[in-house]
């Protein structure tokens, strides 16, 4: 059960910040989401760092000098993966004019709801081999470790979910249908989390290269779309300042709880 309530955690988060397009009558202002986008990109990378690059490390110890190989072959697996569904995938970042990806006919906001999906997958994925590891014992993850990553992206995912909810909102869908929007985002996370649960019980020895792939998938995300929209026109300082805020919160939270 607890390993149950740790995945569906992150979830819950994104589903709460949804529902605040029934309490706020229109989108974010500028500033705040760039404060929100920089503090979940904050959150990301402490979390590839902490509860997920170091622990693939720590697990490789065997290795001796070589124990980075592991991480270093997952990580660069996982930019690898995102930068397939990057191209594979067509959806709309947040105040981007154009659509990336293959050309298609999907609606604005079915695209923008692809764009939150595509970087919910390795947070899912991380969620789930974090679990994994607590279950199989062999990644020296505690309960209370896994339970602070969890912690961190439901934090982070809160807003997430009102950034996508409140514009399908102003783009004239129902509260209704904009709060399913937000929710449906983020329902990846759970599943991706289940199944990389189910898939790293089976294949134990490779869950240094699982944990170090959700930390390369997650830190492209950061890189390739967060921080770009964190930083871009001016106030960039305050995407900043939120970042070193994420970033300590997730820090905080792996060592304190781990």
């Known amino acids: 059960m607890t390993t149950f ?12 910040g949804a529902a605040c397009v029934f309490f706020l009558r229109r989108a974010l202002g500028d500033r705040l989401q760039r404060a929100l986008t920089g503090f979940a990109a904050g959150v990301m990378v402490a979390a590839s760092v902490w509860s997920l690059l170091i622990p693939a490390i720590d697990q490789s110890a065997a290795l001796g000098r070589l124990s980075f190989l592991p991480a270093a072959v997952g990580f660069w697996i996982g930019v690898a993966f995102l930068l397939l569904l990057d191209r594979v995938i067509p959806h709309l970042h947040r105040n981007a004019g154009q659509a990336e990806g293959p050309r298609t006919q ?21 969620v789930g081999v974090v679990y994994a590891g607590y279950l199989t014992g062999t990644a020296q993850i505690s309960a209370a470790g896994a339970l602070a990553l969890s ?16 514009p399908l909102r102003a783009e004239g869908q129902s509260r209704m249908r904009a709060f399913a929007g937000g929710v449906l985002s983020g329902i ?14 089976f294949v134990a020895p490779a869950l240094p290269y699982l944990l170090s792939f959700a930390a ?8 390739e779309e967060l921080i770009p929209e964190m930083s871009e026109g001016k106030h960039s300082n305050i995407g900043t300042i939120f970042f070193a805020v994420g970033f300590s919160v997730m820090m ?7």
């Open 188 to 201: 990846v996370e759970p599943v991706g989390a289940v199944l990389t649960v189910l898939a790293a019980r």
């Open 252 to 258: 905080i939270l792996d060592v304190s709880l781990g």
């Open 5 to 16: 309530y740790g995945i569906l955690i992150p979830f819950l988060g994104t589903t709460l």
């Open 151 to 166: 912690l961190g992206i439901a934090i982070q995912n809160f807003p997430e979910g009102a950034i996508i909810s409140l």
């Open 216 to 223: 390369g998938a997650m830190l492209y995300v950061v890189v």
């Open 106 to 126: 999907l609606q604005r906001t079915t695209m923008m709801i692809l764009a939150v999906t595509l970087h919910n997958i390795p947070e899912g994925m991380a």
